[in-house]
């Protein structure tokens, strides 16, 4: 398997006084610390339904290892966070191919990796290497898989899949997105089958600061910030 091409390029933006770019890959890219973030692969998603007698086309994981082989290649970080559900039942890690687990093992190679714990994948992926942790903290923030009620300034989570709907001239486009507000982020779900949910659905209720919050939405080309204040329901 061979990374597609380069998938920048990105929106720069801060979060909690750390400069971040938004790759439309939906990955979160820290170059003062060489960090790259992808949250939400639900690697083996297929497989997973498969053995629950629901067959759907088994090329989730292929898809999702190209398009993280491709941000690895195209931003060379020395450091990875998988931010939850990296894994989309407990037995994937171990179910997993060999094919696809030598190719993962590949591009993780000569980096600090580290495996936060998901909702569907609370047990470390086994046969895999890296640390599982169940939150982890650079500089000025704090990365783990759900939001919390309480922490704000410096949070970067995953787990809600973030979408946004903008209706325009009478045409309506849904796109994946980060969520932030500049003191908290959201990360979009990075899976190649995975879905979104609206940010403006009451599961993000008071998560952000309203009148400066954004969506940046994740376009063929580049990422695309839109105000919350533009965004529809739906």
Known sequence: MRPLEGVKPAMAIDIAGESALCDRSGALYLPNHKLLVVSDLHLEKGAAYARRGQMIPPYDTVETLKKLGAVIAAYEPAIVISLGDSFHDREGAAAMPDFFRTFLTEIMRGRDWFWVAGNHDPAPPQGLPGDSIEEIALGGLIFRHEPSSSQADGEVAGHLHPGARLVKSGRSVRRPCFASDGRRMIMPAFG?????????????AGLFDQASFFAYMLGLKRVYPIAGAALSRG
């Open 192 to 204: 190649a089958y995975t879905g979104m949910l609206n940010v403006l659905d009451r599961a993000y």
